[in-house]
């Protein structure tokens, strides 16, 4: 059983985290006169720091205990908390496999952590023999996996993830930014087995409300009160809070998610006819990795008329990647791709 007290940064152990009043006097009917508020206003008085109700309508759908649940502003702002409560800058590592979502060295970046960027294999999944030399690095205190992943859209094999989470010693990260648009189960049963475990996922892409900015990591516990003694006490305004908490008990079943990976199907077997898209990459995501003969080009064409899309080429030469829209949406980039491959044949 890996000790997550030997993982972390020593000083990080000493904290006393910042105590708010209102981590005391919770629900009761109180006069707050604790926190220097404004006793006038609609926005007055700050946020649950511990986002009990948030986090008790999470625990319903998700069947995770609140305990086992940490909640970011964004999963970008865990990314930042784990590195941080980890790996000692200037000294520690952390990995991640490539091509994968630009987060985790643009934080490692910030903290003055370098990242091990270990290649994904043609087909995207996961070498494990090249781990063995990398997995007897002591610094490394991070092994990020994003699956499925973005920009690729795959899943990372099932067998490669447990492998990672019997053999490295260090925090495994397991990214499901998209694991609702994804055929193969969430990671978060493996919470009670290995406690270095911490599963990430968002109400930004299947739940509808990337505006809201939150994030949820899932972890046996350990690391959950560590996280919890080191965030900005008031890390989600109450405001979002109180709207995510509208929407999630608002849905039994995630209406649209179904929508969207029909609408993934459709807009895969419409473009693959079109004669500009050399081949769709598997997709367990809401989102098509498209290789192309000229992707600036079809960037710049989409643009013209009205359409953003992602060029992936910096990662993967000649990619652009499309999110899947409403069936309208769909319909119109179906069309101009098809307009654009008419003016493309003709030239060449
Ligand atoms: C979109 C995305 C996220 C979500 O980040 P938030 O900060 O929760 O919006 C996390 N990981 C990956 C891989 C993503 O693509």
Do not use: W
Not at 60 to 74: A, D, H, Q, S, T
Not at 126 to 155: M, Q
Not at 323 to 339: F, H, Q, R, T, Y
């Amino acid at each position: 059983m890996i000790k997550i007290q030997k993982l972390v940064r020593p000083h990080m152990k000493r904290i006393t985290p910042y105590a708010s009043a209102r981590n005391i006097y919770k629900g009761g009917d109180f006069e707050l006169m604790d926190a220097n508020e404004n006793p006038f206003g609609m926005y007055n008085r700050y946020p649950d720091p511990t986002q009990d109700k948030l986090k008790a309508a999470l625990s319903r759908i998700k069947k995770v205990p609140p305990e086992k649940i940490f909640l970011g502003n964004g999963s970008d702002e865990i990314i930042d908390l784990l590195i941080r409560l980890f790996c000692e800058p200037g000294q520690d590592k952390v990995l991640a496999f490539t091509p994968t979502y630009g987060m985790y060295k643009v934080c490692a970046e910030i903290n003055n952590i370098k990242m091990i960027e270990e290649p994904l294999s043609s087909d995207f999944q996961i070498s494990t023999p090249a781990l063995h030399e990398r997995f007897n690095d002591t610094s490394i205190k991070i092994c990020f996996i994003c699956s499925p992943n973005n920009p690729t859209g795959n899943s990372i094999n099932g067998k490669d993830l447990k492998y990672i989470l019997r053999t490295f010693k260090g925090v495994v990260v397991i990214d499901e930014a998209y694991i609702d648009f994804s055929s193969k189960a969430s990671m978060i049963k493996y919470l009670q087995q290995y406690p270095q475990l911490v599963v990430l996922q968002t109400l930004s892409k299947a739940y509808g409300m990337a505006g809201l900015r939150i994030g949820m990591a899932y972890n046996h516990g350990e690391i959950i009160q560590l996280l919890n003694k080191i965030k900005a006490p008031y890390n989600i305004s109450d405001v979002n809070q109180k709207q995510a908490i509208a929407i999630l008990n608002a849905f039994k079943n995630n209406p649209s998610t179904k929508v969207i990976i029909r609408e993934r199907k459709r807009l895969k077997s419409a473009l693959s006819k079109n004669g500009s898209i050399k081949y769709i990459y598997p997709s367990e995501a809401n989102f098509l990795l498209c290789k192309v003969n000229d992707a600036s080009s079809i960037f710049q064409f989409l643009l013209d008329n009205g359409v953003v899309i992602r060029d992936r080429s910096n990662e993967i030469p000649n990619t652009v990647r499309i999110s899947v829209g409403k069936p309208e949406a769909n319909n119109k980039i179906i069309d101009l791709l098809k307009a654009y491959n008419e003016t493309e044949s003709t030239i060449s």
